[in-house]
């Protein structure tokens, strides 16, 4: 899992049989103090989240089981919206 912050939607009118109904979204994934890293990711969302939202996502072949019957060609999902994070910090962390 990792934290990301939803940037964007995106719209495809045309797409997989299998992807219909799901929210596309665009995430850019954070740190723990909450700084970008790395590139944007396009991720499905079927829980709600919103542009702003600090969220949890999963990658890779996992994604593809949010259904379990039916695996979607997907490479990443909303997983959860984080209400709140906590980080110790000392000075050994900087």
Do not use: C, F, H
């Amino acid at each position: 899992m990792q934290m990301g912050r939803v940037i964007g939607s995106v719209w495809a009118t045309r797409k997989e049989e299998g992807l219909n109904g799901l929210k596309l979204l665009i995430i850019q994934p954070i740190d723990s103090n909450q700084q970008p890293i790395r590139t944007e990711i396009v991720a499905a969302d079927r829980i709600g989240a919103g542009i702003g939202d600090d969220v949890l996502i999963t990658s890779g072949g996992s994604s593809r089981y949010i259904m379990k019957e039916n695996p979607l060609p997907i490479d990443a999902v909303v997983i959860g919206i984080i209400d709140s994070t906590e980080v110790m910090r000392g000075e050994e962390n900087g």
